[in-house]
C-alpha cells in the first residue's frame, strides 16, 4: 500500500505544477479513477476543470477526448457510426470520441436527454452498442462530466437515475488570494501543461483497480455506512434518499482513498471525508427545506452528526 500511496503522491505532485491548490480534488479523481467510476464536476466556468482533466490524462498516459455537449449533439457523435467504404464495398465502424482511457463530457446538461443517455452503457459496462454490434472499450476508462450551476436557460437536467450513475459530483471552488496569486505567476509566459510529462503508465493504474479491495473494512466500518445511507431515506428533509448502489460507492471510494494515503485499513474519518462527494448528488431534499435554503450538502453533514462513528481502535483490528 506505501507503494501505492507513493505512485498517487508523483500523480498529484504532477497535476498540482497546473493546478493551484486543488489537492482534495485530485484525490477524489484518483479515488474515482480506482474504483473505476465517474465524476460529475459541477461548477462556474473558468476555474480550471478542463486544463484539470488534461493535466490529470496526461500524468497517467491515458488516452483524453473531450466532447463538447450541444443541444444538436447526436448520440452517434459520441459513441461513432458505421459508414460505407466503398473501396471494401462493406461498412465499418468508425469510433466515436467515447474510445479514450478519460473523456470530458463539456457541459453534459446541454445535450438533449436521447445524447446523454449514450454515455449509460459506457459508464455501467464499459461498452457501447452500435447497430447491434458491441464494442469493448479500453481499460481504465473514466468520464468526467461538467456543468455550470448558474446558468441553466437552454439545459436540460440529468435525471437522478443518471445522477446515480456517477461515483461523485465534486466542487473545485474558487481559489483564495495566495493560489490566484501563484495562478497569475505560473501562467505569466506559458501554460504549463505544455511542458507535463507522464509520471505513470496505465498499467499502473490497472494494478491498483485489482489492488485496492484487499483493503480491510471492519464490520464496524460497514455498519456505520449502512446507517449513513439508511438515514438518509428516513429523514425528515430528504424526499428521495440514496440507493444501495450509493452503498457500494461508498463502500469502494473509502478502501480507495484508505489506498491513496498507505493504508491497509479504514478509518471512520475516511468515511465522513467521501461521504459528501458520494452521497451529495444521490438525495432530493425535500421542497420545504429547498426554501430554506438547506441544500443535500448540508443535510449530509447534519447526517454525520446524528450517526455516531464507531471508535478507531475497534476499526484496525482483524
Known sequence: MEGIKGKCNQIKENVSKVIVGKEEVIDQLLVSIITSGHVLLEDVPGLGKTLLTKAFAKSIDCDFSRIQFTPDLLPSDVTGINFYNQKQSQFEFKQGPIFNNIVLADEINRATPRTQSSLLESMEEVQVSVDGE?????????????????????????????????????????????????????????????????VLAKEDILKMQKKYTDVYISEDIKKYIVKIVQHTRNHKQISLGASPRGSLALFKAVQAFAVINGRDYVLPDDVQKMVEPILGHRIVTAGLNKLKGEDSLSVIKNILKEVKAPVEEQVVSR
Not at 437552454?154 to 496569486?181: C, H, V, W
Open 134 to 198: 458491441t464494442y469493448k472499450l479500453d481499460s481504465p476508462f473514466m468520464i468526467i462530466a461538467t456543468e455550470n450551476p448558474v446558468e441553466q436557460q437552454g439545459t436540460f437536467p440529468l435525471p437522478e437515475a443518471q445522477m446515480d450513475r456517477f461515483l461523485m459530483k465534486i466542487s473545485m471552488g474558487y481559489p483564495n488570494f495566495e493560489e490566484e496569486m501563484e495562478i497569475l505567476n505560473r501562467f505569466r509566459k506559458e501554460n504549463p501543461i505544455d511542458s507535463l510529462e507522464t
